[in-house]
């Protein structure tokens, strides 16, 4: 594939192609997003060959440079794994891909939606996105925590009868149904696959994923603070090591609860929408988001 595949009113730099990620390429994307810094593993960038698609932009058929989108439902499409290799950067790379990425989905009737990083903020600002509302990275230690007094509300394993209600409950929360994703996070981390339940009707749910670094908790969708205080509590209870949960900056209870506990604020992170100012979510039931490159 060339230059030509759609965009852009700009070449690419030359001794550049662009094509679609395939499963031969991913130990070199997991490459790009290991020298970030980031967190995924091989079988996160599986995802998006499984969910969505991925193109990169190769030099001597090696790729520095990629981006991914996962289509959800018939709303929207989230982009994400939107890196350049450090030598690469700053030739308009981002920029190419992304506008790429966002005619493809438009294409398809959707609206693009991301999380971004201050870098890449700077790049999609430019290009039409949005920003809705900020979350931000806490880090720390797995323990034996508790929740304090949470009345009426049991936390237990989720179990397959309770997929129905827990997908329902997810597309409220989230703004589209992403069922198979769901079920593939809960056998990533089986230990973290929790359900809060209430008068017998599933209130709050928390899912999780291995990751390169550390595990991520999340999502985790709740009807209040307490719920997902609840969840956070049981869930970090019965995983071990470093965890990343990404809150968004709104939900202060669970954050104070977080840092009682040693967490602490890693990058911020902006949710973004091409052309919109109001996102798909409600972030008021949304505690912990899936992954900035997940939604
Ligand atoms: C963010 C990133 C993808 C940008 O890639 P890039 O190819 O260098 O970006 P581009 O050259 O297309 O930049 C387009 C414009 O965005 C802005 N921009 C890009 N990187 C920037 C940065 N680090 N700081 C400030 N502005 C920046 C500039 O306006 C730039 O235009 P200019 O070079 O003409 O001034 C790259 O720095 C990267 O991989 N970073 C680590 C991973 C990451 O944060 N990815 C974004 C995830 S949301």
């Known amino acids: ?25 991913l130990e070199a ?4 997003s290991a020298e970030a810094g980031w967190n995924q593993t091989i079988a996160d960038w599986r995802l998006f060959l499984q969910f969505g698609s991925a193109i990169c932009l190769a030099r001597n058929s090696r790729p520095i440079a990629t981006a991914a989108s ?50 890449g903020r700077a790049v999609y600002l430019g290009l039409g996105f949005r920003d809705t509302w900020d979350l931000r990275r806490w880090t720390g230690s797995c323990g034996q925590f508790t929740a304090g007094a949470c009345d009426g509300i049991l936390v237990r394993p989720l ?23 769901l079920r593939s996070l809960a056998q990533r981390l089986p230990q973290a696959a929790l359900v809060a339940i209430r008068h017998e009707r599933i209130v709050g749910f928390s899912l999780g994923r291995d990751g ?11 009807v209040d603070a307490d719920t997902a205080i609840a ?35 890693e990058r911020p992170l902006t949710r973004m929408v091409y ?4 996102s798909f979510d409600d972030s008021a039931r949304l505690f912990a988001i899936a992954g900035p490159e997940l939604g």
Do not use: N
């Not at 390169?212 to 709740?222: K, N």
């Open 159 to 181: 179990q397959e009868s309770d997929w129905a209600q827990l997908i329902a409950l997810d597309k409220d929360v989230f703004g589209a149904a992403r069922g198979a994703l």
């Open 70 to 119: 996962l289509p959800y439902a018939s709303r929207f499409a989230w982009i994400s794994m939107v890196l350049v290799t450090a030598a690469e950067r700053r030739q308009g790379l981002a920029r190419w891909l992304l506008r790429h990425r966002v005619e493809d989905i438009l294409g398809r009737g959707l609206v693009p939606v991301l999380d971004a990083t201050p870098a």
């Open 212 to 222: 390169r670094v550390m595990t991520q908790l999340g999502p985790v969708a709740a």
């Open 29 to 32: 994307a997991a490459a790009l």
């Open 275 to 278: 052309q919109r100012s109001s």
């Open 231 to 265: 969840l956070a509590a049981a869930a970090l209870s019965s995983i071990s090591g470093r965890v990343a949960v990404d809150v968004p900056d709104r939900h202060l209870p669970l954050i104070q609860w977080l840092g009682e506990r040693g967490f602490s604020a």
């Open 1 to 25: 594939m060339t230059a030509a595949m759609g965009t852009s009113d700009h070449a690419l730099p030359a001794g550049l192609s662009v094509r679609p990620l395939t499963e031969a390429d």
